[in-house]
């Protein structure tokens, strides 16, 4: 019995090395077929990187539904990112690609955790402890019906390295659609009440089969309609979207779906969005007074008429003597603005005191703004109002840097968001629709995301790509910055959300800004950003008393 068992330890002896050797060298062979490894690329503490190296013999097209492949170089755990592209290729199939790595320390080199930032990315079964000089790998896969367009898709590795305890790993690509909608979603941006404006959306085929699509419904929403044109047949089609009256006020918004005969795209949905505006509309509504003051403020109205007939501001009057009052004809008819000099230290006598506006408008002739002290204590964020941002610097999603001691533009407006926050959800919209009329005039729109992939609240556990995907679906574009350790975030102090920072050429926070941007407030930011983007010399005040008169002539 003990020498047949002998012989058996030895036959499993033999067997386990020759496995062992097969092993080694189907290693040494991939090692040889790999190009030369891409030079590490490190980023400062934090600071996140964004150059991405193009890997050699990159797959640059793909029939339709072909699943991708792919070993990348060899590389040392010395490196923060690596990024392995795709190039372009069609909807529908999967993209697997291995990332091999080597232990170049002197201790044993133990994966904690492999996490992918979006569900459509799957970690497969990864090397969980690799012995000095020893090889490992993490082989990925991206389902591409989840991804749309040019995307970047991240994988975080936890290890047990004291140098580098988190390593991120990139895929990128572009994915080539059937049917590809150019732009992805309609924007009217601001509209008055008697607007008509027309929008065009071009579809092309990008498939080998002739293309039928159908509108079954050429009304949209409330205050859209549709007309579908073939231009070129079966390959390219012209969708006509036009707004028009009766509106009612505020956001606009409503989807269209064209069926189609692609069965790898039976739909295409677009988004339409659209802001009415007020005819004539008076920011803000309300006049809050902040903590006491050491030094004389000012805070400003603005009366805006978007009607077709002029309006004239006659007066402006109030119960409070010690707030002096100044009007501003910008536009005769068109848009005045009040200024409200507030004194130093000055505190609402809670007697009930107002702001009234007098026009002579036959339906609005009276607009009457109360005067309030602000119930809450300033967040921390708003005393930094007035004062020098905190030294920080970052590059966004898209490569680009910013440095809030020396901003490169006029005026930076930086919004810190959660995906999971309704506000910042009316917000982000709106804010899309501002920076298409302000980006020419040298204004930086950079949300700030402070998600927590990590939180304990499965409702607010957003990863970089979902809150991308959030983004996608709002129509909003905006540059992101992904802030999940809230570094930027605890330096700004911020506390809620939505806030947002208006930081001027000189790094200095002008202005701040919480709560939501929607309604009145969306005229109130605006004008805020007409000041800080053409600062005017302060207007000479009338004589210190409770009214202001402004005698427009006649026929203007």
Known sequence: MKGILSRSVTRLSFLTTALILILFSSIQLIAQDAPPATPPTTAPAGEEI????????LITSTQPGENIKGVDSLFSMDSEQMTHNF???????????TFEFTNTGTESLELVKVRPSCGCTLAGEFTKSVPPGGKGTIPITVDSKRVHGQFTKSISVQTNSRTQPNIVLRITGTVKQYLDVQPAAAQFGQLKANDEKTQTVKIINQSEVAATLTLPDPAVGKCFTASLKETVPGKEFELTLQAHPPYSDGPQNATLQLQTNIPQQPTVAIRLFATVLPRLSLQPLSLIIPAARAEESTQEFKLTNNGNNPVHLLEATTTDPKLTLTIVEDQPGQLYTVRVKIPAGYVPDGAGNTITFRTDDPEKK????????????????????GKPAPAFEFTTYTGQPFNSQSPTTPVTVLVAYASWCPHCKRTLPELQKIKARYEAHGVRFIALNLDDPEDKNPKR??????????????????DVYFDPQRKV??????????????????????????????????????????????????ATSAPASASVTVTTPSGS
């Open 489 to 538: 975030g605890q330096l700004l102090k911020i506390e809620s959300f939505p806030t947002i920072l208006m930081i001027d050429h000189q790094g200095q926070i002008d202005r701040v800004i919480t709560g939501a941007i929607t309604g009145p407030r969306v005229q109130e930011f605006t004008n805020q950003l007409d000041q800080m983007l053409n600062p005017q010399p302060a």
């Open 461 to 478: 556990r957003f990863t970089t790509e979902t809150a991308q995907t959030v983004l996608k679906d709002m129509g909003v574009d905006l």
């Open 87 to 97: 190039g372009e290729f069609w909807v529908g199939g999967l993209l697997e690609h």
């Open 366 to 385: 009276q607009f009457d703004i109360p005067v309030r002290r602000n119930s809450r204590p300033p967040r921390a964020v708003e005393l930094m109002a």
């Open 50 to 57: 964004t150059g991405e190296e193009e890997t050699e013999g």
